[in-house]
């Protein structure tokens, strides 16, 4: 690593780093340097350098003296546990070593054997627990303890809902949330989020529209031979309410007609009666039409901005958020009976990543919130 002097390139330091992958600036006097074995402070001034941490150990084991060891490639270290005395060598940091040497790999030892726990009953996120037995005397012990659980309290009163529109389950009866995937004209991410919720044993709802249906027949079997719940998104991407548009109740009745004839005939088979328009906009005779059909308008508490494109940060400002911080958002927003909806497909304009590549990470954070996730009927079913 060459550390130069802006003004005239005149070189000023060389940090010498086989496989150097990174550099930080601390303050003018010292750098962090990465590299594929070592992380180390380097003072400049000085010349002198500081372990951080070992990077990509290729080996680890527990030596003869009872401390841990590492090696990186030629280089071996080790380090004491913490439970040492405070006078004992290199106690708490990575000291070097003369050589690798550690014991062999064991499960058990005078004293204790370790094993899985494999059994259902195992508490906690876990399909298996390490367990700590005692030889010399009684009892077993997890070696992980499980971690704490601490959810949020019900309120103490359940929120009202419009009469012909489903916008979120009941508040206090269950700790149980429904991620909807909205598939209105494309079909990318259907594959890895079907994927995921079959890892997860999950069902979901899936909302199509009849855009997606023509566009994407194949994709449309695939969805149907889930067993997932399919509801309607209407016949076209049109937004109903818009005043360029006559959309009155008998435009809404044939438009649900109409998606239901084109699933059947991809598909073979009905869609549930279930429905949002495109753009969850709605007024009294776009819920009325439905109704009309024997259709539950679905709406949602909380918008996951999974939709707005890079070309649209500049109109809708704050808005065009990374996956990761859209999760955050999500997090904060949901409560029990939240209707999550997620946008499958790329939007026009672009992003530089999708919500729904990242439905494993959401998914595992609801859950660790105690959220039981659910489809949209189970919902309106616990919400009576």
Do not use: C
């Amino acid at each position: 690593v060459k550390v130069r002097n802006y003004a005239d390139w005149k070189l000023e330091a060389e940090v010498k780093a086989p496989g150097a992958l990174h550099a930080l600036w601390l303050d003018p006097a010292r750098i962090v340097v990465a590299s594929t074995r070592l992380i180390e402070e380097v003072s400049l001034s000085a010349g002198t350098r500081d372990l951080i941490a070992l990077a990509q150990a290729e080996g680890f084991g527990r030596g003869e003296d009872g401390s841990f060891m590492a090696s990186t490639g030629p280089g071996a270290w080790k380090i004491q546990p913490k439970a040492a005395p405070a006078d004992a060598y290199g106690a708490g940091s990575w000291i070097p070593a003369e050589s690798y040497k550690v014991l062999p790999a064991a499960t058990n030892s005078a004293a204790f054997r370790v094993y899985l726990e494999t059994t259902a009953a195992a508490p906690g996120p876990f399909r298996n627990l390490v367990m700590v037995r005692s030889i010399k005397a009684f009892g077993t012990s997890p070696l992980l303890a499980a971690p704490t659980l601490a959810y949020a309290p019900f309120p103490e009163r359940d929120e009202p809902r419009q009469a012909n529109a489903f916008d979120h389950g009941s508040r206090i009866r269950r700790r149980e949330v429904a991620i909807t995937f909205d598939a209105m004209d494309q079909a990318e991410g259907l594959v890895p989020v079907l994927n995921t919720l079959k890892d997860y044993g999950i069902k979901a709802t899936f909302f199509v529209n009849g855009e997606f249906v023509r566009r994407n027949p194949g994709q449309a079997r695939l969805l149907a031979a889930t067993g997932h719940e399919v509801g309607s998104m209407f016949y076209t991407t049109v937004d109903p309410t818009d005043a360029r548009f006559a959309a009155d109740r008998d435009y809404i009745r044939r438009g649900l007609a109409k998606a239901e004839d084109e699933w059947f005939a991809a598909t073979g088979k009905e869609l549930a009666l279930l429905w949002h328009t495109p753009f969850y906009t709605r007024n009294d005779d776009i819920l009325a039409a439905g109704a009309s059909m024997n259709y539950r308008y679905v709406g949602r508490d909380m918008d996951s901005l999974d939709w707005v494109s890079a070309a649209d940060a500049w109109r809708l400002p704050n808005s065009y958020l990374d996956a990761h911080r859209l999760i955050e958002r999500i997090l904060a927003a949901a409560k029990p009976g939240s209707v999550i909806p997620l946008r499958l497909g790329a939007p026009e304009g672009g992003r530089s990543d999708y919500l729904f590549l990242f439905l494993p990470l959401l998914v595992n954070a609801l859950e660790d919130s105690g959220y039981d996730l659910v489809p949209v009927s189970t919902l309106i079913e616990h919400a009576k």
